[in-house]
């Protein structure tokens, strides 16, 4: 059974630049949640999608953007990238909206130079 | 606003050597409270779910405890595998939003 898998696993940009990160869930996972996580940090929560609509939102600006897929696979988009942008992002799934423990993926690298 | 603080910052142990993690939290109405371990480099791995206080799970050399206001992670008996970074979180009722705390490091030392 796979887990939640993220890809790629490292990116280097340049600020002004756009990135798309990707996600599968765990099978059988409806929910997805991404999370930016700075070093030496835990996790802050960014959004959550659920049947391909966004939940809800963390305190993120509008250059963070998701989707999420019939398959419920997701995807998240930063666009005009800042050196603050740089970060371990990790994507989550829950089995069900209403179930509350999140498996993690093992996140993406990004770093913005 | 919800809010988690997870205390010290960093813990050093011998082989052996039993300890606690602390982790105080304030939510409007808690959903659950989750303990995580985290390699360097890595995801997070879901280790518990406190739902109500008084409430206690085990795995191997962990325990967690759960309070209206803290939750404990116990280690009994430490080993150099148990070096990590252990993340506490809650769900309140307040949305479906997940807030984490920075994190305690574990060093255990052979």
């Known amino acids: 059974d796979a887990g939640v898998t993220q890809s790629p696993t490292h990116l280097i940009k340049t600020r002004g630049q756009q990135v798309t990160l990707r996600c599968s869930p765990k099978?059988?996972?409806?929910?997805v949640s991404w999370y930016q996580q700075a070093l030496g940090q835990g996790p802050q929560f960014i959004f959550q999608?659920?049947?391909?609509?966004?939940?809800q939102r963390g305190n993120f600006p509008d250059r963070f953007s998701g989707h999420q897929f019939p398959n419920y696979s997701s995807e998240l988009n930063v666009n005009a990238l800042l050196l603050g942008d740089s970060a371990l992002y990790l994507c989550?799934?829950?089995?069900?909206?209403?179930?509350?423990?999140?498996?993690f993926g093992p996140g993406t690298r990004l770093t913005v130079t | 606003e919800d809010q988690v603080t997870q205390s010290p910052e960093a813990l050093r142990l011998q082989e052996g050597e039993s300890s606690s993690l602390n982790c105080s939290y304030t939510?409007?109405?808690?959903?659950?409270l989750f303990w995580y371990r985290q390699d360097p480099g890595k995801g997070p791995e879901f280790l518990f779910t406190?739902?109500?206080a008084g409430e206690e799970k085990e795995k191997e050399r962990l325990k967690a405890t759960l309070t209206k206001k803290e939750s404990f992670l116990h280690i009994t008996a430490p080993k150099p595998e148990d070096s990590a970074t252990y993340l506490c979180?809650?769900?309140?009722?307040?949305?479906?939003?997940?807030?984490f705390g920075a994190g305690t490091r574990l060093f255990v030392k052979a």
């Open positions: 989550a799934s829950n089995p069900t909206a209403f179930t509350y423990e999140q498996y």
């Open positions: 099978s059988g996972h409806d929910t």
């Open positions: 999608y659920y049947e391909e609509e966004e939940r």
């Open positions: 939510v409007s109405g808690l959903r659950g």
């Open positions: 406190l739902y109500s």
């Open positions: 979180a809650v769900r309140g009722t307040g949305g479906f939003k997940t807030i």
